[in-house]
């Protein structure tokens, strides 16, 4: 098999990743959104207040799951302008992502959201490490 080959496998493979891990949040799935995440993630992200790493004393699930019962029913997760590099045991990616719904106390939510996912080949398969969060002061 060739590089470009290998390539495009991996490529396809992150995209796959990205995909289910959004359609995850979508249905407030904190299981399915962690299976993506390596034992020794580092995260930055709009889920919890704070930077967090897996040796912190809470795990990444409980901020997620806070940050889903937040919300009334489905979450809108739209990803548009995704760029992915891969290497051979190192990718990352990033993309613009819109977030909506509707919180508990019935306020509408609708906002743009940075995100770039690094990545590690870990035993074959490709496994988040790294996940950092903004949102942009303009478009």
Not at 20 to 27: G, P, S
Not at 65 to 70: L, V
Not at 119 to 127: L, R, V
Request: glycine share 8%; net charge negative.
């Amino acid at each position: 098999m060739t590089a470009e080959n290998n390539k495009a496998i991996d490529e396809a493979q992150i995209r796959a990743l990205r995909d289910d891990l959004a359609n995850a949040l979508r249905v407030k799935d904190a299981d399915g959104v962690t299976s993506h995440y390596a034992a020794d993630i580092a995260m930055f992200v709009l889920a919890t207040s704070l930077p967090h790493t897996t040796g912190d004393n809470a795990s990444p699930k409980m901020g997620i799951e806070e940050w889903f019962s937040s919300f009334q029913g489905s979450i809108g997760y739209e990803i548009r302008d995704l760029n992915i590099t891969t290497g051979d045991d190192v990718a990352f990616c990033h993309s613009l992502n819109r977030i909506s719904g509707t919180r508990s106390d019935g306020q509408k939510v609708e906002m743009w959201v940075r995100e770039a996912l690094c990545f590690c080949k870990i035993g074959g398969k490709w496994k988040i490490t790294h996940q950092q969060q903004f949102v942009p002061s303009k478009l």
